[in-house]
Structure formats: C-alpha cells, structure tokens
C-alpha cells in the first residue's frame, strides 16, 4: 500500500484546501508546492470571506501551519516532474530527485499569467496594472481606468469594468469593435481609443497616463488588462487528461467532483475552471479533497 493517501500537486488556495478535507479524514496526505502563487504580486486579496484585504502569502502561510498540524499531513518544497504508475499506486518525482507514491493525485499546481509587452506594465502587475475587477476594482472605484485589447474578451471586460468608474477602451492599435459592440460600450459610456499604446508612466508602481504612439499621454489611475494564462506544468497533458478549451485558456476537464478523465487524478483551481478567483480556487480545492476522500472509501466496497 502506498504511504500517502492522495499527493496535491502544488500547494496555493487549491491544494492547501483539498489537503486540509484529507488530512481531517485522518488520510496520510502530501503537499508538493513550487513556491510561485498566482496571487503573489497582490498585495491584498479581496472578496474572500472573512478574508477581505489579507495579504494572499500571509493567507497561504496560515493555511500551512493549519494543514501541519494535523500529524497526518506533510509539505515539502519542490516541483513535479513526472507522474507514473496509475490509479491505486501513482509515483510522483520531484526535481530533487525524490519520489514518493499515493493512491489519489490532486493537480492544483495553478497558472502563470503572460503579460502584454508593454513597457512599464509588467512591474506594475498586481498593483495598478490588474485582470480583476472584484479583486481590486474597489480600491480604485470612480477613478481613472482603462482596459487594454488583449484577447477577444476585452470589450466584455470593458463593459463590466466601466460599472467601478469612467473608462476607456485602449485598442492598442487593433480592429474597431462591431457596430452592436460600440453601442454597448457607448451606452456604457466606455470611450474608445483606437491609437497604440507604447508604455505606462507614474512613480514607482503607480500609474498616472497610458503613452500612445501619437504622441499623447492619455491619463489613467489603473488599466486592467486580460493576461494569457499559462500552466505551470504539462502534467496533467502528460496523464491523459483531456483539456478544453475557455475565454480563459485551456482549462482541465473535470466532473462535478473535481474528477478528471483519468482514473485517480483530481483537479482543482485555475487549471480546472473558469472564471479564476482565489474564493473559487479554494472551494474547487474543498470539492477535491472531500471526493477524492469519498472515492477512497467507497471504491474498495464496490471491487
């Protein structure tokens, strides 16, 4: 029998959740976690219930001691590289060289966002250069703000962003919106700006006007903009899992618990939903740990 009843592959909102529903069903479980959160250029996460305005790795740290308490619970520090064997007996090697063997695997090792390249935009990430509203959209409510044409969802996101303050749509240089869509940014009242933008200006890390090829210093407090989301492992392609394809970027194909297509193998958080958001990640991760439990108890019975 393998050591560990189930081995969470990266240790943020999601997998720290899904260990904490295993580790109180008294099951031995593994935290392998690389150390790189979604959330770490956030100062504050908000939203989160009773957790409105924490720092996202203050909340991760307690969540660590909480989960070792539980003398059945352990994290290490590492990356996956590999996952072999199958359901029942699944060796999972770290970068250190290690490996370590469970029945049940959670994939919660999250997304990297992939940023535009806009000079002065990147090190603002997470402060006045931002993806969501609901997380940072408050704190700078009746503002100046933009929305940066990235992705094919940009006017969506400009439609709902103008509900926090006047806004303006900076098409960097791209197509125009169809007519339905400028209607309904007008009525929005989003103003449209059809020029390139080439850097932000302000001091340090806040933003005080998006710089457009004209010329022109277009003035603005904060610009959200619709990053690309990328894996932060191809593990999950790896195992088989089948992946589909959102607004948001590949996401894993999961059940309603959390199961992926391969048998064993769970996901929870960015890489297995969409819309993202550190409350949902928290609670796929809740869904996973409390059915991969289930299916450790349930699946002998019916062998």
């Not at 307690?62 to 359901?87: C, K, S």
């Not at 400028?182 to 009242?189: C, I, M, S, V």
């Not at 059915?291 to 450790?296: E, R």
Request: aromatic fraction near 6%; charged fraction near 20%.
């Amino acid at each position: 029998m393998p050591p560990f009843d189930a081995i969470i592959i990266g240790g943020s909102f999601a997998g720290l959740s899904a260990a904490l529903q295993i580790a109180r069903a008294r099951r031995p479980v593994l935290v392998i976690d690389a150390g790189r959160p979604r959330n770490r250029f956030a100062a504050a996460s908000h939203g989160f219930f009773t957790q409105d305005g924490s720092n996202p790795l203050a909340m991760i740290a307690a969540a660590r001691e909480q989960l070792l308490r539980y003398p059945n619970a352990r994290l290490i520090e590492g990356e996956a590289t590999a996952v072999t064997g199958g359901d029942g007996d699944f060796a999972v090697t770290t970068n250190a060289g290690d490996v370590f063997h469970a029945r049940k695997l959670v994939l919660a090792y999250g997304v990297s966002d992939r940023l535009p390249d806009v000079p002065g935009l990147a090190e603002r990430w997470g402060k006045t250069v931002l993806h969501c509203p609901y997380c940072h959209g408050f704190e700078f409510a009746g503002r100046r703000l933009a929305v940066l044409q990235t992705h094919p969802m940009a006017s969506h996101q400009a439609l709902l962003v103008s509900d926090w303050g006047p806004l303006t749509l900076l098409l960097n240089g791209g197509a125009m919106p169809d007519a339905e869509t400028a209607a309904k940014l007008a009525a929005r009242g989003v103003v449209i700006e059809p020029a390139a933008v080439t850097g932000l200006r302000g001091e340090g890390e806040a933003l005080d006007a998006a710089l457009l090829a004209d010329g022109r210093a277009l003035p603005v407090d904060a610009l959200y903009v619709g990053p690309d989301p990328h894996h932060n492992s191809d593990l999950a392609e790896r195992l088989g899992c089948t992946m589909d394809d959102t607004p948001l970027g590949p996401v894993i194909r999961t059940d309603e618990r959390k199961l992926t297509t391969v048998a064993g193998v769970f996901a929870a958080g960015d890489i297995a939903r969409a819309p993202h958001n550190a409350t949902f990640a928290s609670a796929d991760g809740v869904a996973a740990g409390v059915f991969l439990h289930q299916s450790l108890v349930f699946e002998p019975l019916a062998a």
